[in-house]
Nanobody, 120 residues
Framework: QVQLVESGGGLVQPGGSLRLSCAASGFTFSSYTMSWYRQAPGKERELVANIIAFGSSTNYADSVKGRFTISRDNYRKMLSLQMNSLKPEDTAVYYC?????????????WGQGIQVTVSS
């Protein structure tokens, strides 16, 4: 059974930091591209950052470049997102996502989401 479980969200003041984690199980973690998405109220879900399978190449949305850092631990099957210099516009539900192939079939998995609120 595939599971992606996010943790680390919460309420933080503008300028503060949070670290999100995503614990994965039930699939070959190292062979999947892992991503963080977010969805703010009334807006579409958007890609925040991703990190490719088997490597360390990363991509970031322009709005978070220089402030957020995505990383993965293939041994522990963990995905992380370090968020610094948080702004009120970073407020959203953050989702962990896995995309790859299992037995030749393309798969995409989602976590349940975790709330991040940036407010004074």
């Amino acid at each position: 059974q595939v599971q992606l479980v996010e943790s680390g969200g919460g309420l933080v003041q503008p300028g503060g930091s949070l670290r999100l984690s995503c614990a994965a199980s039930g699939f070959t973690f190292s062979s999947y591209t892992m991503s963080w998405y977010r969805q703010a109220p009334g807006k579409e879900r958007e890609l925040v950052a991703n990190i490719i399978a088997f490597g360390s190449s990363t991509n970031y949305a322009d709005s978070v470049k220089g402030r957020f850092t995505i990383s993965r631990d293939n041994y522990r099957k963990m995905l992380s997102l370090q968020m610094n210099s948080l702004k009120p516009e970073d407020t959203a539900v953050y989702y962990c996502n896995a995309q790859g192939q299992t037995s030749g079939v393309l798969r995409a998995y989602w976590g349940q989401g975790i709330q991040v609120t940036v407010s004074s």
